[in-house]
């Protein structure tokens, strides 16, 4: 939680970020993902000043926990000093004890955001879906609670002027805007309408930015004229040296690959879920996803 620090800004985190997509694809499957279509609703978990504060924290957990289709657990939520926003104990359940930072008394319109986190790392702790290292793992939380939608609520608890700052999360400003942007791609959902920090709707906007610069490269068929002149180059290498070509680059997302005696094949992440596909070299090709049923236009 920066509290009045410096913000982390950028993508420092982006390919863990990218893996926790595709690993969520993998343990959900297609069919579960698509049972999140919804986003949490500013409603469902706006929190007044005049709200009791227990009881106003246990509904909106209570509201999370039917979110994230768990129903059979029960968070009991308190509040006490602390340096992190929160805390779970991650028991064997079905009763998970949720500690708050004392800050949230008096910042209410940011304990959803707070909740978000923590009951999703107990979704995923039901799951048996875990990144190695506290680092890595907290960033699989941060991308699962956008993805599944409720993040919207931590990027919105981002606030940062000349006086002051304040971020929840692992994640930079500008990565929750990249995986919301990745979800909104999916559900063709606004999450903007919902913000009340300006800031929050400046980095969504470059997220989006980032994640439709994922929709533009070779070999898809959206690329531009300079990546498509690239990857002809590589193309031409591959095709007369017989070996691998571009892996050793990593601004450039393809590998060809040779297929002994059959023909030359390309291999590229989808831009949706990062499960890399791969296809023969021989011009246009329509691609199918087999983890997120994208179906993509390439030229190979």
């Known amino acids: 939680m920066a509290n009045g620090g410096p913000v982390e800004h950028g993508y420092p985190h982006l390919e863990t970020v990218r893996a926790a997509i595709t ?5 959900l ?5 698509q049972t999140f279509s919804s986003s949490v609703a500013p409603a469902d978990v706006a929190f007044a000043d005049t709200d009791d504060l227990h009881l106003g924290a246990q509904r909106v957990a209570r509201e999370l926990v039917r979110h994230y289709h768990l129903p059979d657990a029960r968070m009991i939520v308190g509040f006490r000093e602390m340096e992190h926003a929160a805390n779970v104990e991650l028991a064997a359940g079905p009763e998970y004890f949720i500690e708050l930072n004392d800050r949230f008394r008096t910042h209410r319109r940011d304990i959803g ?3 978000a986190h923590e009951v999703m790392h107990v979704y995923l702790h039901r799951l048996d879906l875990a990144f190695p290292g506290t680092r890595d793992n907290e960033i699989l939380t941060d991308t699962a609670t956008t993805y599944l939608g409720a993040g919207w609520l931590l990027l919105d608890a981002y606030r940062e002027d000349s006086a002051s700052s304040q971020k929840l999360g692992y994640l930079t400003p500008e990565e929750f805007g990249y995986v919301l942007a990745k979800r909104a791609l999916v559900f063709n959902e606004d ?3 919902w913000f009340t920090s300006p800031q929050a709707y400046e980095a969504y906007n470059r997220g989006m930015a980032q994640a439709r610069h994922d929709e533009q490269q070779p070999p898809l068929t959206a690329a531009g004229w300079a990546g498509r002149r690239r990857y002809a180059r590589d193309r031409r290498h591959a095709q007369n040296t017989h070996t691998p070509a571009g892996a050793s680059r990593p601004e450039v997302p393809y590998t060809f690959t040779p297929d002994g005696r059959g023909p030359l094949r390309v291999s590229f992440p989808c831009p949706t879920c990062h499960q890399r596909i791969r296809v023969p070299v021989r011009g246009r090709v329509r691609a199918r996803c087999a983890l997120c049923r994208t179906v993509l236009e390439c030229d190979t």
Not at 23 to 27: D, H, K, S, T
Not at 29 to 33: A, K, R
């Open 191 to 193: 999450p903007a309408i």
């Open 113 to 115: 955001a707070a909740l």
């Open 29 to 33: 499957s297609y069919d579960t993902i």
């Open 23 to 27: 690993a969520l694809y993998r343990r």
